[in-house]
């Protein structure tokens, strides 16, 4: 049980950063590849669904667990249009998508080879 907790602690924390680095003013350095914004929300939103599995599959399937974090993306881009500083970007969204598609994808085939 203490490893769970940790767990929602982590995914609680991966969410505030998220909502922060969505919605205040950033200074992005110079990017090495003109994707690089992409992988970053993959990476991102790809840990916050590992997180939400570990934390709370227990409770709900994962793929409805990477159906709200989808949502919550969304969420966040809505956000973002509504800043004077960011905006939303449909890619921005496909991304986050991959990310969780593919953390959803490998959690699957590792829990039918177990």
């Given at each position: 049980m203490p490893l769970?907790?940790?767990?929602?602690?982590f995914f609680w924390l991966d969410i505030v950063a998220v909502i922060l680095l969505s919605l205040l003013p950033i200074n992005v350095p110079q990017q090495l590849v003109s994707w690089e914004d992409k992988i970053h929300h993959s990476i991102a939103y790809g840990s916050l669904y590992f997180l939400a599995i570990c934390a709370y599959s227990y409770r709900f399937s994962i793929w409805s667990i990477g159906a709200i974090l989808v949502l919550f993306g969304l969420l966040m881009e809505i956000a973002q249009s509504m800043t004077a500083y960011r905006y939303?970007?449909?890619?921005?969204?496909?991304?986050?998508?991959?990310?969780?598609?593919?953390?959803?994808?490998?959690?699957?085939?590792?829990?039918?080879r177990l």
């Open positions: 769970l907790k940790n767990f929602k602690l939303g970007d449909p890619l921005d969204l496909l991304a986050n998508t991959s990310g969780i598609l593919l953390v959803g994808i490998a959690y699957s085939m590792r829990r039918r």
